[in-house]
């Protein structure tokens, strides 16, 4: 089984995690032989947050409960407050699970939180733009894997802009290998530009044998 823990800081961007926790959690397209999955929130501390949008979280498990394997995932979304030292601890988390092969998917403020810890130094990444990590990670070293796209995957580590949320999750249900890959071509189509040939498309793949 795998375990994806979802990062659930206060002030949560909550349109970042929406498309990838969705189709996690409801395993509405995935294919026969997918794996169980089981998407867990973790918080600092186990007291509810309060996301940009006003949504109360109330925490599944705190940071210590993350299992570092293979096994585990972990996103860490936007928020207004990743300046906060009260995140070392996920960040510190973060590089253990890189380190033991996991996958590590962070998007927006996330990715300055790893760039100021020297996690992207020597990883293919991205983040909001040009310039963007220089001015807000005094830390950041990984200005020669900076890649100028919405969203980058390269081996265990996803990385996104706040614009990129919608590519971040379908690189990452790639990455997870849980939809068939006609089925991503035809919901990522569909999303993307909105065109009801690609829902056809979509529910067709999920006709079939898989």
Request: charged share 15%; glycine share 10%.
């Amino acid at each position: 089984m795998l375990t994806v823990y979802v990062y659930v800081p206060d002030t949560l961007a909550d349109w970042e995690l929406g498309y990838v926790t969705a189709e996690l959690h409801s395993r509405r397209f995935f294919k026969k032989s997918a794996p169980e999955i089981s998407v867990k929130t973790v918080g600092i501390t186990a007291k509810p947050v309060k996301t940009m949008g006003g949504l109360t979280v109330i925490p599944d498990c705190v940071t210590d409960d993350i299992i570092v394997n293979k096994e585990s995932v972990l996103l860490l979304p936007g928020a207004d407050t990743w300046d906060h030292p009260e995140h070392g601890a996920i960040i510190g988390k973060a590089g253990e699970l890189l380190s033991a092969g996991a996958v590590v998917c962070a998007i927006c403020g996330a990715t300055a939180a790893l760039a100021n810890a020297g996690l992207l130094d020597k990883r293919p990444h991205t983040s909001n733009g040009a310039g963007y990590l220089e001015m807000v990670s005094p830390g950041y070293r990984g200005q020669n894997f900076y890649v100028d796209e919405p969203s980058v995957a390269a081996h265990n580590l996803i990385t996104a802009g706040s614009t990129g949320a919608l590519l971040w999750a379908r690189q990452i249900i790639e990455r997870l290998e849980v939809f068939q890959p006609d089925t991503l071509d035809a919901w990522y189509a569909y999303f993307s530009t909105g065109e009801a040939q690609h829902f056809f498309a979509l529910m067709q793949t999920l006709s079939g044998s898989q």
